[in-house]
């Protein structure tokens, strides 16, 4: 079955250079979730798009932004990026019907 | 404000052996729903069970079940007949029942299940 791809797997990028990392969610599932896991932390909630909408907001910063385009696909764009965004940022889908999350394999950015 | 609670961040348990993590949460939702994930070694996030909150029985998959208390809101992961393969960090997570909404995890609970 196919899963929610993420890309790319792993990024290095200097302070106050831009990131942008893709998710492709499960065909029909409709939303989309952008989660950020610090070493050793649970994973904590930036932002959710339904149907292209934005429809929930977590502790995602000013510099980062995000956008569910019309084949669903979401982009996470990240600038003026600074040492403590390196983590691991999740994709997740789910079809809003039946809740389960599915989790994308994670895009692992180091910020040096 | 939703919160996610795991009391216990470490726990081990013999292969063949039965082990139940606990989660409570806090919440003024009456429809929500409450799940276990599995992170292995490799970082992945896996779906291990859902419940929601308005079933009172309580949710099986294989060797994984639940207990669900929704009047104490207690929401406790019992894996029976360890694996060596269930060695993992294990997340509650908890989300309301509306559309595009967010999951609140807890802090995790990282179990070694010991050959």
């Known amino acids: 079955a196919a899963g929610v791809i993420q890309s790319p797997r792993h990024l290095i990028k200097e302070k106050r250079e831009t990131a942008t990392l893709k998710c492709y969610p499960i065909p029909r599932h409709d939303t989309v979730y952008w989660y950020q896991q610090g070493p050793g932390q649970d994973p904590q909630f930036l932002i959710s798009f339904y149907e292209k909408m934005q429809s929930d907001k977590g502790s995602i910063p000013d510099r980062f932004s995000a956008q569910q385009f019309s084949d669903y696909h979401s982009e996470l764009n990240m600038s003026s990026l600074e040492l403590g965004d390196s983590a691991l940022y999740f994709c997740?889908?789910?079809?809003?019907?039946?809740?389960?999350?599915?989790f994308g394999p994670g895009t692992r950015l180091t910020v040096t | 404000a939703q919160t996610v609670t795991q009391s216990q961040p470490e726990m081990s348990v013999q292969e063949a052996e039965t082990v139940t993590l606990s989660c409570t949460y806090d919440t003024s939702e009456n429809n929500y729903y409450l799940f276990w994930y599995k992170q292995p070694p490799s970082r992945q996030m896996i779906l291990v069970i859902r419940?929601?909150?308005?079933?009172?029985q309580n949710a099986t998959e294989n060797r994984f079940s639940v207990n669900f208390q929704k009047a104490a809101k207690s929401f406790s992961l019992k894996i029976s007949d360890s694996q060596l393969g269930d060695t993992a960090m294990y997340f509650c997570a908890f989300m309301k029942h509306r559309s595009g909404n967010q999951f609140y995890f807890g802090t995790g609970t990282s179990l070694t299940v010991i050959p």
């Open positions: 419940q929601e909150a308005y079933k009172q």
């Open positions: 997740a889908s789910s079809w809003t019907s039946f809740g389960e999350q599915y």
